[in-house]
């Protein structure tokens, strides 16, 4: 089983280091191809195409200027303490054991518009180039065109070493669309967090963001190997909804006053 999450855009690369494990990514030839054009843009070019203010396009041109080919740990961090937004925080891998990171390692899948596939431990840099951008290269004119089936077959080499090909989608669309299902060969799962508002449930970005961290946390902590077991999540005060759900899309829900 693996489990797919989206990266973010807050980064951290200050706190402490809660493990000296590490890894390097996999696609670092491609995510150089990428950098090499995207380095040759201006801070105005970059606010243009990524749709940013002035001054993160600055932030982000200065970024792929010092950006180096090769990973160590004085220039890059370890992708899963580095990304801090919702989901992340949803994780709480602060509490990660070794043997937890161990298991991430494993089990968890980032997905990412420079790097196409990171394992958690795998080193990463500063960065901002989400997959939706539509970024020309010699593959063609956006990231998707870019990676192609590349990701879905890094993928579905991964799942071969697992008990069985079940992929736990806990990514956005924008970075899900990135995987081509039929070069996957897996079972896809998507879970779908819903919060109650006004007497109706309906989802909430913010709170299901950070409840597909929660639930992937759970995943690695439990070492959760099967489709049935993941109904029994109960994190954030979510619950497993049978009406709602079905085997390929399992619901959970969350009253009002849980939240």
């Known amino acids: 089983m693996l489990i797919l999450i989206s ?3 807050t980064l951290d690369f200050e706190s402490e280091l809660k493990t000296q494990k ?5 696609f670092v030839k491609e995510s150089s191809e990428l950098v090499g054009s995207l380095v040759r843009k201006s801070p105005a070019e970059l606010e243009k195409l990524m749709h940013l ?3 993160l396009a600055d932030l982000n041109a200065m970024r792929y200027q010092d950006w180096e080919p090769d990973f ?4 890059s961090r370890q992708a899963l303490l580095a990304f801090k937004g919702d989901v992340y925080v949803g994780m ?4 990660f054991s070794e043997r937890d990171f161990t298991r991430s390692q494993k089990t968890l899948r980032i997905l990412s518009g420079l790097h196409g596939v990171l394992r958690p431990l795998d080193l ?3 960065y901002r180039l989400e997959m939706g951008t539509k970024l020309p290269t010699a593959r063609g004119e956006s990231l998707y065109e870019f990676w192609g089936d590349r990701i879905s077959e ?3 080499a991964d799942l071969a070493s697992h008990r069985s090909r079940v992929v736990v989608n806990l990514a956005s669309k924008e970075y899900f669309s990135a995987v081509n299902k039929e070069v996957l060969n897996a079972r896809v799962v998507s879970p779908q967090f819903l919060d109650e508002k006004n007497g109706k449930f309906k989802i909430i970005s913010f709170y299901a963001k950070q409840a597909r961290g929660a639930m992937a946390s759970w995943l690695i902590r439990n070492r959760v190997e099967s489709v049935s077991s993941i109904n029994k999540f109960d994190g954030m005060g979510y619950s497993y909804c049978d009406e709602r759900s079905n085997p390929d899309e399992p619901v959970f829900t969350r009253k009002e006053a849980a939240v």
């Open 72 to 75: 160590t740990t004085d220039n």
């Open 22 to 26: 590490f890894s390097t990514p996999r």
């Open 92 to 95: 709480d891998v602060d509490g």
């Open 7 to 9: 990266p973010a855009k």
């Open 154 to 156: 890094r993928l579905s």
């Open 53 to 55: 203010s002035p001054a």
């Open 124 to 126: 990463i840099q500063p």
